[in-house]
């Protein structure tokens, strides 16, 4: 009986079988979030010399991973539609956080009014002429043409990590930088207006009194202004527990503040039914104008970096393996002019207007006007609104979408970094 046993072949899920060829999904998830954390702490260095980004690179491995049909799963939008919406979310308020931890500049109207014109006229040209292309040029209905338009508006604060300001007390700040970073810290909440409008323009609500008169109190009115006091009050109330109480950050502080400010920022405003991307980007630089000074932010920005960093590239490689298995199979050549117009013309051209009569130089406003990265904001926007409204079949919105991040993730990922360093030389030759 014992002699026929140890005869008897193994099972292949058995782990002792020696089975090389049987891979577990769950085993090979281990081994490619180990891929991405050492992608994410070791290829900043090694691209330095490199026209490429990490951001490309993780791109480019996730449709290679999975083109292999080595996994089974298919990290397609369309199919996790909730998923994609609770995913890019999180990614984005701690992105937030960080972008405002490190703004050295006070708030003020005259040291911001870069941030103000890009808000004021930039953003609202675009949403313009992004639905237009999109009803025109695509034919979509009007509610799915102001949703490309209105997802298509904010630039975006977690891919643009090369285009912004340096760490706290870096002084790595100058005028595009700061303006490319605050831009993108608050243009995130206001293009949710835009999605309501969408949304209610799906259901109908365009033609009557009540859902105007709704859209423009409430989801214009009320919650940017709840976003704001709710992101003052978690601001100022966790700034003065760090910076004024007797125990200070050096008892009470750990790197872990900024998660926890994050989260319970952009709760707070979700249960008053504020925009919590406001809330969270106003919470943190209200902590930094607590203490501004304080080496203490350096800390919580490095950890929300940390974080950050992973969360994106897991989620470029996603978006890479979605890339693989179809998302832009219903482009069509249309589809792929459009989506060029809007990231060579579209927001360059609105951007220059934006800046217009300004007292920059030429170079920087056209930098400010053409480094508008579009990115994970604007997929939450594509899946919040489609999760909330009735817009029908979306295949060609995914992949346009799509698109349009693709070709924002190459052109700016291969120009930023050189653009920017050639601003530098020549600022640094003049001051000479």
């Given at each position: 009986m014992q002699a026929a046993l140890l005869a008897a072949p193994r099972r292949p899920t058995d782990p002792d079988s020696g089975a090389l060829l049987t891979l577990d999904p769950y085993i090979l998830f281990l081994l490619g979030l180990g891929g991405v954390v050492l992608l994410v702490s070791w290829a900043p260095v090694g691209l330095k010399r490199l026209p490429l980004t990490l951001a490309i690179l993780c791109v480019g491995l996730g449709v290679l991973v999975f083109s292999t049909g080595l996994l089974s799963f298919n990290p397609d939008p369309r199919t996790w539609d909730t998923a994609t919406e609770r995913l890019?979310?999180?990614?984005?308020?701690?992105?937030?956080?960080?972008?405002?931890?490190?703004?050295?500049?006070?708030?003020?109207?005259?040291?911001?009014?870069?941030?103000?014109?890009?808000?004021?006229?930039?953003?609202?040209?675009?949403?313009?002429?992004?639905?237009?292309?999109?009803?025109?040029?695509?034919?979509?209905?009007?509610?799915?043409?102001?949703?490309?338009?209105?997802?298509?508006?904010?630039?975006?604060?977690?891919?643009?990590?090369?285009?912004?300001?340096?760490?706290?007390?870096?002084?790595?700040?100058?005028?595009?930088?700061?303006?490319?970073?605050?831009?993108?810290?608050?243009?995130?909440?206001?293009?949710?207006?835009?999605?309501?409008?969408?949304?209610?323009?799906?259901?109908?609500?365009?033609?009557?009194?009540?859902?105007?008169?709704?859209?423009?109190?409430?989801?214009?009115?009320?919650?940017?202004?709840?976003?704001?006091?709710?992101?003052?009050?978690?601001?100022?109330?966790?700034?003065?527990?760090?910076?004024?109480?007797?125990?200070?950050?050096?008892?009470?502080?750990?790197?872990?503040?900024?998660?926890?400010?994050?989260?319970?920022?952009?709760?707070?405003?979700?249960?008053?039914?504020?925009?919590?991307?406001?809330?969270?980007?106003?919470?943190?630089?209200?902590?930094?104008?607590?203490?501004?000074?304080?080496e203490?932010?350096?800390?919580?920005?490095?950890?929300?970096?940390?974080?950050?960093?992973?969360?994106?590239?897991?989620?470029?490689?996603?978006?890479?393996?979605?890339?693989?298995?179809?998302?832009?199979?219903?482009?069509?050549?249309?589809?792929?002019?459009?989506?060029?117009a809007v990231v060579l013309v579209v927001r360059p051209v609105a951007g220059l207007i934006a800046m217009a009569g300004s007292e920059h130089p030429w170079r920087e406003r056209l930098l400010l006007a053409f480094l508008g990265i579009r990115g994970v904001g604007s997929v939450y926007y594509v899946a919040y609104g489609l999760n909330h409204g009735d817009f029908g079949d979306s295949e060609r919105l995914w992949a346009i979408v799509g698109f349009i991040i693709l070709v924002s993730i190459l052109v700016h990922g291969v120009t930023a970094a050189p653009l920017l360093q050639r601003l530098t030389r020549r600022r640094e030759a003049d001051a000479g």
């Open positions: 890019t979310e999180l990614v984005v308020i701690i992105s937030l956080m960080g972008a405002g931890l490190k703004l050295d500049r006070p708030l003020g109207w005259r040291s911001w009014s870069t941030t103000w014109r890009l808000l004021a006229v930039a953003m609202p040209l675009t949403i313009a002429a992004v639905a237009w292309l999109g009803w025109a040029g695509m034919g979509f209905s009007l509610a799915m043409a102001l949703l490309l338009g209105a997802a298509m508006a904010p630039t975006d604060p977690v891919l643009a990590a090369d285009v912004q300001v340096g760490p706290p007390r870096s002084g790595d700040e100058d005028e595009v930088r700061f303006g490319l970073t605050s831009e993108a810290g608050l243009n995130d909440a206001l293009a949710f207006p835009f999605v309501h409008l969408a949304i209610l323009a799906a259901a109908g609500g365009l033609a009557t009194q009540a859902g105007l008169a709704d859209w423009f109190g409430i989801k214009v009115g009320w919650k940017l202004l709840a976003g704001l006091g709710a992101g003052w009050l978690v601001g100022k109330a966790l700034g003065h527990v760090m910076f004024r109480s007797r125990r200070g950050p050096s008892r009470l502080g750990d790197a872990l503040i900024a998660l926890a400010a994050t989260l319970i920022a952009y709760a707070a405003a979700e249960v008053i039914h504020g925009y919590g991307f406001l809330a969270v980007f106003v919470c943190a630089v209200t902590i930094r104008a607590s203490e501004r000074d304080h203490f932010h350096q800390a919580m920005h490095d950890f929300s970096d940390q974080i950050e960093r992973l969360l994106i590239m897991l989620l470029l490689v996603l978006f890479g393996g979605a890339l693989a298995n179809g998302l832009l199979s219903s482009l069509t050549w249309t589809d792929a002019l459009i989506g060029l």
